[in-house]
């Protein structure tokens, strides 16, 4: 069974453990049973915190499922992506898209693949590229 399923299964029993639980409590017990509803009290009050204790471990392990599955996209990333001249460039790019040069600053720092704009005009002094993440200059 997955982790998923087995979470889930665990919560669908606590779920029926709280249900039946809930029913014996409501039975009308006489007054010198006092102690049996309140120990039913007690395992109620028990059964709750574990379902929601066994809730915030499937949450947790969803957002874990989710950081795994970034983190093997970008490790795929660095496969895809070249890095000459002080850019990256894709390696094979897709049809319509930008070969490069993207940003060496963004792509170390964030993983992430910032397309680089010409300098054009007077501007051209102070760099060929320009960043429009992170502003960093580039010479060539």
């Known amino acids: 069974m997955a982790d998923r399923e087995v979470v889930e299964a665990g919560l669908s029993s606590i779920k029926v453990a709280l249900d039946i639980t809930k029913e014996f409590l409501n039975i009308d017990i006489s007054f010198k049973d006092a102690e049996v509803k309140l120990k039913l009290a007690k395992l109620i009050d028990t059964l709750s915190d574990a379902k929601f204790a066994l809730s915030a471990v499937r949450d947790e392990n969803l957002e874990l499922k989710e950081k795994i599955k970034s983190l093997e996209a970008q490790l795929n990333q660095k496969e895809v992506v070249l890095f000459r001249d002080g850019h990256y460039y894709l390696a094979e790019p897709a ?7 993207f940003c060496s600053n963004c792509f170390n720092t964030k993983k ?6 010409e300098i054009i005009d007077r501007n051209r002094a102070f760099g060929k ?12």
């Open 95 to 101: 049809e319509g898209k930008a070969e490069g040069p």
């Open 129 to 140: 590229y320009k960043c429009p993440s992170c502003e960093q200059r580039f010479e060539k």
């Open 112 to 117: 992430s693949l910032s397309l680089l704009t």
